[in-house]
């Protein structure tokens, strides 16, 4: 089992900054790639960045230039640090990892955009 722990949302200002985190722990060898989704009130949880074992980081269109996913092999942990944000940005963030066939989700951590 993997047990995951997000940290860092909070409420920002539009144009201003936060960084999530997510710890793992539990049986966390051979990881295969590691991600943050979100999800909205009334909508859909889509992804927002992820980051496979020796790969290239994908984001989703709408925060390419603005979010940028790390990862620190050796705690293991991901990061999200998330600039320019904007209102749409106001979710649930969600980090995800995938070892072997199984996905492993934390608890999440809210986000919010609002002046």
């Known amino acids: 089992q993997v047990q995951l722990v997000e940290s860092g949302g909070g409420l920002v200002q539009p144009g201003g900054s936060l960084r999530l985190s997510c710890a793992a722990s539990?049986?966390?060898?051979?990881?295969?790639?590691m991600g943050w989704y979100r999800q909205a009130p009334g909508k859909q949880r889509e992804l927002v960045a992820l980051?496979?074992?020796?790969?290239?980081?994908n984001y989703a269109d709408s925060v390419k230039g603005r979010f940028t996913i790390s990862r620190d092999s050796a705690k293991p942990t991901v990061y999200l640090q998330m600039n320019s944000l904007k209102p749409e940005d106001t979710a649930v963030y969600y980090c995800?990892?995938?070892?072997?066939?199984?996905?492993?989700w934390g608890r999440g951590t809210q986000v919010t955009v609002s002046s």
């Open positions: 995800k990892i995938t070892r072997g066939p199984n996905d492993y």
């Open positions: 539990g049986s966390i060898f051979s990881i295969n790639a």
């Open positions: 980051i496979a074992s020796g790969g290239r980081p």
